[in-house]
């Protein structure tokens, strides 16, 4: 049974451009969260989706940022004209039923901004 | 709001020694659930332990126990007999049911376990 898989692993971006982070959850698993992590910070909660659904986006920045969770495909999470305060480590999450459930977590994708 | 502290920005073990990681958080609800996450180079986040605050009895896996001080609101995380491969950063985290399911993190522990 494969783990949380995300790509790409590491993403060069230059200011301005668009980045695009995908995120497939293990097998079974309806319940997607994005956290971000900052240099020498812990990770930080910016969405929680279901399959087509945003149920909490409560950490998201209110521009640039958006994330979707298809019925097909993986989650994606969006960030449009990026900015160097953008460079950090993205994580996903997936969990079974959601809420109290163990979370499995993906190894990231390093987004760099130039 | 919830917040987690983490004091020790690093520690250092000897192989087999024992290492205890301190965590405290904040909060007002007297039902919630507490995490230790380790971090290794792959930068893969793996549950370590989990705790919940309703239950007195600390929980273990092996060789890693927690002192769960909920007067104290204090969660601390102990290693026994430290292996190299447990070298790693360690996150505490913080879940309130009743504010949805974000984890709230600490700044980690960065720990080295040398030979």
């Known amino acids: 049974n494969a783990g949380v898989m995300q790509n790409p692993r590491h993403l060069v971006r230059r200011r301005g451009q668009e980045a695009r982070l995908r995120c497939s959850p293990m097998?079974?698993?309806?319940?997607v969260y994005w956290y971000r992590q900052l240099p020498e910070e812990g990770l930080k909660f910016m969405v929680y989706?279901?399959?087509?659904?945003?149920?909490?986006e409560s950490g998201m920045p209110k521009e640039r940022f958006s994330a979707e969770f298809p019925k097909e495909g993986p989650s994606i999470l969006r960030i449009q004209q990026v900015v160097r305060g953008d460079s950090a480590a993205y994580f996903c999450a997936s969990s079974p039923r959601g809420g109290y459930e163990k979370l499995f977590f993906g190894s990231g994708t390093q987004l760099s901004v130039l | 709001a919830q917040t987690v502290t983490q004091s020790q920005p690093e520690m250092s073990v000897q192989e087999a020694e024992t290492v205890t990681l301190s965590c405290t958080y904040d909060t007002s609800e007297s039902n919630y659930y507490l995490f230790w996450y380790k971090q290794p180079p792959s930068r893969q986040m793996i549950l370590v332990i989990r705790?919940?605050?309703?239950?007195?009895q600390n929980a273990t896996e092996n060789r890693f126990s927690v002192n769960f001080q909920k007067a104290a609101k204090s969660f601390s995380l102990k290693i026994s007999d430290s292996q190299l491969g447990d070298t790693a950063m360690y996150f505490c985290a913080f879940m309130n049911p009743m504010a949805g399911t974000a984890l709230i993190f600490g700044k980690g522990t960065t720990l080295s376990v040398s030979s």
């Open positions: 989706l279901q399959k087509e659904n945003i149920i909490d």
């Open positions: 097998k079974g698993h309806s319940h």
């Open positions: 705790q919940e605050a309703y239950k007195q």
